[in-house]
């Protein structure tokens, strides 16, 4: 009886059961997961577009799989780099770092890039990446055996999802239109890559190359409010910005597959019972970063083609490697670029809040207040930036200075709230977390602006703006394969719980930063 006891337990342990038929069967962790991170995703439009949609696509991972369609971030401001970021390390950019694609440096008083490495700034890496990833984990869990490959069509999004320890990280290069890296991964790129650049980068056929509707539906059909029919589209792509257009175009995506079948390949991944990491970035934004008034067409079109693109990596590696061995995750950056609308025109509150003006004004205050002086560094975003020398010299605290600017920036137009670094550093107010939950002291100014919706932040010598909205864009999680049960659940649930989620499924630790419990 003891001796079945101790076998009992140690079966248990291996994780072995015994199924209705008295047959035992090991549950193995997946040999390949697949992590979908769609840039700009919303789940009215994945709704919208279905009509369009193929059965083995979307369709099959909403009908099949673990489906949370009530996502969000648990942070404000998040674009493509500090949403990657968070679901890759299960935390926000409080902790990991990445607050933006960009973000200014103290020292020099210029744009950084969230992928420009500090010691060595003509290597792109994922040194600004302040905690481990779920790759980087992988890897020390499996004493580096594990092959951890990103593939995006932008660069932040390949370095900043592959981590500090991936293989590689390989995204279109918008200068040549090859798929490239950095040295930081390959001291030359890899045979498998420089042969596919030749057969099937988009520079070897971009004189050929087209982009109208994969479906004659896909362009006419149209889900969108509009004034008049929208004519089928078909463009070209010509002239020095051919390549960056074309990696904002619905057509990038079937490049973003073809290369990471190439790499699953060519590398083995997904073979043997050590657990592989891919991580895959599509576009489903507009055309060339358009208004989506100006190209509703093409963005149908584009959803159509992503529906395409996952139905062709879910068959092509559940044949190779077997459904029960993969495990697919699918979410969304959780934002999508500016629409240029006209709020004045039709006497919607708006207006525009102008930063350079804004940081001249504060520092006349505190001119008026100290005596002459510069006071105020410069502004970037929706930051101000202190002179911290002035201050020091002048004997006045960074807890009066900010104070002060925050009581002067709330009488101004326009302003909703004003946070200082220091107060998001200490406060435990929860009303504010999810905005504390987007800064960096390192990368943060001193001085936060957030403007009432409708309104546009502008930066006047570089003239980069954005729109302010607190509206909610839905978008799901997705667990598809690898045993996982069909079901939707409705309740809200935050995007850093993707990764310990992924640790558990792969029996490994989450990132060391990340707190929060796995989804299941």
């Not at 969108?224 to 175009?249: C, D, L, N, T």
């Amino acid at each position: 009886m003891q001796n079945r006891y101790i076998y009992i337990t140690i079966m248990a342990m291996l994780g072995i059961y015994t199924n209705a038929s008295g047959q035992e069967k090991i549950q193995y962790a997946p040999r390949l997961v697949v992590n979908i991170t769609i840039d700009q995703l919303r789940t009215d439009y994945l709704e919208a577009f279905s009509p369009l949609y193929c059965q083995d696509g979307f369709k099959k991972l909403l009908n099949e799989g673990l489906v949370y369609e009530n996502a969000y971030y648990p942070f404000t401001g998040m674009d493509r780099a500090s949403a990657i970021t968070s679901v890759i390390t299960g935390v926000s950019p409080y902790y990991h770092g990445i607050n933006g694609s960009r973000w200014l440096n103290k020292e020099s008083l210029r744009p950084a890039s969230c992928t420009e490495d500090p010691k060595q700034q003509s290597l792109p890496s994922p040194a600004q990446i302040q905690v481990s990833t779920l790759g980087d984990e992988l890897k020390a869990a499996t004493r580096g055996l594990a092959k951890i490959f990103a593939i995006a069509p932008q660069q932040d999004a390949a370095i900043l999802s592959g981590g500090h320890a991936a293989d590689g990280a390989i995204w279109m290069d918008t200068q040549t239109g090859q798929w490239g890296s950095s040295t930081y991964y390959f001291s030359a790129l890899p045979q498998w890559l420089l042969v596919h650049n030749n057969l099937r980068s988009p520079s070897s056929n971009i004189k050929k190359t087209f982009w109208e509707p994969v479906i004659e539906l896909a362009g006419t059909f149209n889900y969108y409010q509009h004034a008049g029919g929208q004519q089928p589209f078909k463009h070209a792509f010509k002239g020095e910005r051919k390549f960056i257009e074309y990696q904002a175009s619905g057509l990038i995506n079937e490049d973003v597959t073809e290369t990471a079948l190439k790499c699953i390949t060519s590398n083995s991944m997904g073979f043997d019972r050590v657990t592989d990491l891919l991580c895959i970035t599509y576009y489903a934004g507009t055309f060339d970063h358009k208004p989506v008034s100006e190209c509703q067409l093409e963005l149908q079109d584009t959803y159509v083609r992503i529906d395409r693109e996952i139905a062709k990596l879910i068959k092509n590696l559940q044949s190779k490697l077997g459904a029960e061995h993969i495990l697919f995750v699918l979410t969304s950056t959780g934002y999508s670029d500016d629409d240029d609308s006209d709020y004045e025109k039709y006497r919607i509150p708006s207006g525009t809040f102008y930063m350079e003006r804004t940081a001249n004004l504060l520092n006349m205050y505190f001119g008026a207040i100290w005596g002459q002086g510069r006071y105020v560094e410069t502004s970037f975003s929706n930051q101000i930036y202190f002179n911290h020398k002035q201050l020091e010299s002048k004997r006045i605290s960074l807890t009066d200075a900010g104070q002060r600017a925050q009581e002067f920036i709330s009488q101004l137009e326009g302003v909703r709230n004003v946070y200082t670094a220091l107060q998001l550093l200490s406060s435990s107010n929860p009303q504010i977390e999810k905005v504390r939950n987007s800064f960096h002291p390192e990368h943060n100014g001193d001085i936060m602006i957030e403007v009432s919706p409708g309104w546009r932040i502008l930066n006047e010598s570089t003239q980069e703006s954005h729109l302010s909205r607190a509206s909610y864009t839905q978008f799901p999680i997705i667990f598809f394969g690898a045993g996982v049960s069909a079901d939707k659940i409705k309740t809200a649930v935050t995007t850093d719980r993707i990764a310990p989620t992924i640790a558990k499924a792969i029996r490994i630790r989450a990132p060391n930063a990340c707190s929060t419990e796995p989804l299941f």
